[in-house]
């Protein structure tokens, strides 16, 4: 077939006259057509008409008023665009306020609809702008209902342009507000993004990107009925938050505030709480574990009410599902209340240093203790399994209270040691720096196997019975350490034990007369039938108001005083035997535990 062709040309002679300086004619003819089309076409489309095109535009979009410095320039190649220069928007009453300055702003345009005199911009980019969201001293917002927002029903007006394509580079949004009380505001730079609106009535879609504190984070929002939405009415809806630290979720019905409204499925998920709490309060280490959390739930929300219901929450180790619900009524603090029930809960990795705040003035705890002093909270919480250090509960059932800055967590009931543990942690109302209280009290429990995971060592009583404690500080928790702790402690047992002393061995040495050690004693045990002690402790020093052990050897009795910041020991005793007629043996109790050396009164009172 190319042959053929071949054929035909050369018989018909075009070949020949299609010489080499016809084509340079040709080139050169259509360079100067594109010359003159480029030369003439700035001369036919107004520059005046465009910034005035503009300017319109984004008073339709901002409802303020614009306002475009210098020049725009027009280019036809090797597409149509108009640049124009620095841009300001300001609010468009009396008292004008910023809204926006935009460093740069291109568009694209049709040509045959610029030859017709309509200035129809197209895809918008604004480069730099910087946008402020303000909130005066006198509750006003800078930015205003602009007109095209109109409810949904309501036809929109014919001279409205729609949105179109809005591309952003390198912006930045700055939100201050004078009715703060530490007059501080937020600084998001290095947006960037395109917002996509062909029509009112249609879709909106964005997608943006900026950096928050050294992260990268990506926004994304499609609405089905944006007119709707922004006219206070429910549309469905889809966002998403992604970041290193951070993503977010939500798929479902939505409405904005005043009349904020949600209904749909959530997710919520960070890989490191200490890094999520670390990138929160800009401060490179928390004090926090590095294990995650996760939230998955259905929301519901009304005008006065928030429900997590199929609630599924991950923090660490730990995973529950529940029930909450948020109450928002007006006048009264906001109250959450629910349920949750944990499989398994492990406090052990979570320092006290991590409720530290990172700085005295620090903004974000400030903010967080307001906010939280503002809530009322009421959350009933299960375990299968708690471990705090020694303790290893089981069948944990537990309530978390917040009122102000009233802040408990009640054990209602647990087991720990074959025994039932209950008790009650209570914050101080003048916050964390001022400590808190602890009451705590465990019955029926094997106290040799207590005893054994606290680490205590020495001549100790145990069996079966009640232990019940009641501790404060006024330290910060971070700083309490064991002298900083003040309280009382009650300890009683029947038919139990006191390993590591032989009281008939005892009985003779204090007998003798002579200063002995206590270990001389320590090859037997003790059996009781009740032992009942009871002591108070502060600022360094246990005082033993009683210690009494009765038991078919006797009574062994013992008070004074320990200052546990020496480890020293102070404390006299008697030991009455089961036969009344027997004189009481008194002794004192010396050294430091478990070494302690006893002194019979004889030696004491008796000549040098």
Known sequence: MTRKMLHILRDSGLRSRLRPRHLV?????GVALAAAYNAALPLLVSTTEARAAMERMLDDWSGGKSTISGEPEVRFWPEPLLTLPMATIV????????????????????????????????????????????????????????????????????????????????????IIDRMA??????????????????????RLSTQFSATIGGEQIGWAFVCEEPLALFAGRNAALKTSLTSAPLTFSFEGTGNLPPQLFASGHLQMSAPSLARLAAWYRNVPDAGLPAGGFSIDTKVDTSETALKLEDLQLA???????????????????????????FDRIDLNGLPLAALKPAQEDDRVSQMVQAVVGGWRLDVRLSSQEVLAGPLHLTDVAAGVMIDGRRVSLDIGDSTYANGRLSGRAVLSEKGLEQGGKLQASLKNADFAAVLDRFGLKGPLPTGRGVLSI???????????????VFGR?????????????????????VRKGEFFSLSQAS?????????????????????????????????????????????SLALAGTLASPADDDEPLQFFIGGSWPNAVISPLSVLLGPN
């Open 25 to 29: 004619w040709s080139a050169a003819i």
């Open 91 to 174: 609010t468009s009453g009396p008292e004008q306020r910023p809204l926006a300055e935009i460093g740069r702003i291109t568009a694209s345009f049709s040509v045959l609809s610029a030859l017709r005199g309509e200035q129809a911009l197209e895809e918008v980019t604004l480069v730099e702008p910087v946008i402020t969201l303000e909130r005066g001293a006198d509750g006003t917002v800078n930015w205003q209902k602009p007109r095209w927002l109109v409810p949904p029903d309501t036809t929109i007006p014919q001279d409205e342009a729609p949105v179109g394509d809005i591309t952003i580079e390198n912006g930045r949004v700055r």
């Open 181 to 202: 009380a530490n007059g501080g505001g937020i600084d998001i730079a290095g947006i960037s993004g395109t917002l996509k609106w062909p029509s009112f009535g249609g």
């Open 315 to 341: 923090i660490g180790g730990a995973a529950a599902t529940g029930v909450l619900d948020v109450q928002l009524g007006s006048g009264k603090r906001p109250r959450v209340e629910g349920t949750l029930a």
């Open 470 to 484: 009641d501790l404060a500080t006024g330290r910060p928790l971070w700083e309490t350490g064991i002298t900083d």
């Open 489 to 509: 402690l009650d300890y009683s047992l029947t038919d139990g034990s006191l390993a590591g002393f032989d009281v008939r061995a005892f009985t003779d040495l």
């Open 523 to 567: 090859d037997g045990t003790l059996d009781f039938r009740t032992a009942d002690i009871e002591a108070s402790f502060g600022g360094g020093t246990a005082r033993l108001d009683r210690a009494a052990f009765t038991g078919p050897a006797g009574t062994i009795s013992v008070t004074g005083v320990v200052p546990y910041r020496s480890g």
